[in-house]
């Protein structure tokens, strides 16, 4: 849970392609790990989210996969849309202090 | 059911003076946490209450303090502060505690000249 490394910083797509945003996290008693959205401007909300115990979770046009042996979850948008433009953030759930971690922010910008 | 709220939205202080923001949770939450976020350093994790204690702290200096009362509204409080104390002070709710889904306010951005 202290430690949440999130790639790329920065990501540019064309409308309509995917995007893929990836996390590693250190703490392998990590059972939580969610996907906050942050709009310029507007606060942090939840997307999506995974427990330990799937490996992928849909909503429409998100996914969330979870690999616990490389200790990894990812974000997958597809056919990405201008609204889709913001500033995503993975989270642990730090089991020792019972907080979340964020990663440090994937800026995602979706040209028309 | 209202969201998370915080007041003020906007605040302009100086160096060496305190400050205290406020948050209140979505009705029913129990635990608020606390994050700064700074360009730089995305979002950093303050400080957690729930049922009235503080159950978790991040690695933040002594300046930094919070309390929650009775009714789960929590106020949190920054002393001498400093030109690197500029950031957007967040609040987030959850019904329990601990790292569960967090419902965020908008935010108080305080800007220390």
């Known amino acids: 849970g202290e430690n949440v490394e999130q790639h790329p910083s920065t990501l540019s797509v064309q409308e309509g392609d995917s995007a893929v945003i990836k996390c590693t996290y250190s703490?392998?008693?990590?059972?939580?790990f969610p996907w906050y959205k942050q709009e310029l401007g507007k606060r942090p909300q939840l997307i999506i989210d995974i427990r330990s115990n799937v490996g992928e979770k849909k909503d429409q046009r998100i996914a969330v996969t979870l690999n616990k042996t490389a200790k990894h979850f990812s974000l997958h948008i597809t056919e990405t849309q201008p609204e889709d433009s913001a500033v995503y953030f993975c989270?642990?759930?730090?089991?020792?202090?019972?907080?979340?971690?964020f990663g440090s922010g994937t800026r995602l910008q979706v040209q028309p | 059911k209202a969201g998370v709220t915080q007041t003020p939205r906007y605040l302009i202080k100086t160096r060496g003076q305190q400050v205290t923001l406020s948050c209140s949770p979505i009705s029913g939450h129990r635990s608020v946490s606390w994050y700064q976020q700074t360009p730089g350093q995305g979002l950093q994790f303050l400080f957690e209450y729930f049922s009235e204690t503080q159950r978790n702290k991040g690695n933040f200096p002594g300046r930094f303090s919070g309390r929650q009362f009775s009714n789960s509204r929590s106020e949190m409080n920054v002393s001498t502060l400093e030109l690197g104390d500029s950031a957007l002070y967040l609040c987030a709710s959850s019904v329990g505690q601990g790292a569960g889904e967090q419902f965020f306010g908008p935010g108080t951005r305080l800007t220390v000249l």
């Open positions: 703490d392998s008693a990590s059972n939580y």
């Open positions: 989270a642990d759930p730090d089991t020792g202090r019972r907080a979340l971690t």
